[in-house]
């Protein structure tokens, strides 16, 4: 049985409800500090899990995102949900349906993974690496327990990893697959990329935040899939 977590903020809630309001199994996971009119509205559509926030973020409130989507999953793995599509709480998918049926029976998902040497941005995490390889963590979808793999962790120090990075490795080890940020690691290890298929089946995933199409964005963008 599928499922998505909406996951975040819920400013553009009004946006956003009406692409997944007929959609079942769907739940907002955010926090107890958000506008009450903001929970009521969405709370007429499907239900609201309301966390508590952190005392420490992370670096781009890593916490904040690992934290309110695992409130999400294990609400719905209490409803019987099997498999998880995640979503930020910005983001709008076309064709949701057909997305969630090419996605079904896929034990781990990415949109999209860059191609190493694609962008020059330095960061260490374990070793160092000259690029943003890793997959995209916005849209993803796996089983239920490989979500929770990927996202059960809270980070206690303030380092400049990208938060794509820590959700990779936390899944590689809790899963006991080599840690390497790489296409060819990650394809070798049934996990699966479907910027290809958004194209071909004419998906979008509009970014409201910053007004753009995901999948056009990578597919434009030397990301591999």
């Known amino acids: 049985m599928q499922g998505i977590v909406i996951q975040g903020p819920t400013n553009l809630c009004k946006e956003v409800v009406s ?68 979503v930020r709480g910005d983001i709008v998918i076309t064709n949701l349906n057909e997305l969630l049926s090419i996605l079904k029976g896929k034990d781990m998902a990415f949109l999209a993974i860059c191609k190493l040497g694609a962008r020059k941005i330095y960061y260490e995490l374990v070793y160092p690496h000259l690029s943003h390889d890793y997959p995209v963590d916005l849209v993803l979808y796996g089983s239920t327990e490989n979500l929770i793999d990927a996202f059960s962790f809270l980070i206690e120090e303030y380092l400049p990893i990208p938060p794509e990075s820590l959700i990779s490795y936390n899944y590689l080890i809790n899963k006991n697959i080599k840690f390497e940020l790489s296409y060819d690691n990650f394809i070798s290890n049934n996990i699966y990329f479907f910027l ?30």
């Open 19 to 86: 692409s997944y309001k007929d959609i079942p199994n769907v739940v907002w996971s955010t926090w107890d500090d958000e506008p009450q009119e903001n929970i009521t509205f969405i709370s007429q559509f499907m239900p609201v899990v309301l966390n508590k926030k952190p005392d420490f973020g992370g670096y781009l409130n890593i916490n904040l995102q690992t934290l309110s989507t695992t409130g999400g999953i294990n609400y719905l793995k209490n409803q019987g949900v099997t498999e998880i599509l995640k």
């Open 196 to 225: 290809k298929d958004c194209v071909e089946n004419n998906i979008q995933l509009n970014w409201l935040k910053h007004n753009c199409d995901l999948v056009q964005t990578h597919n434009n963008d030397n990301y591999e899939f």
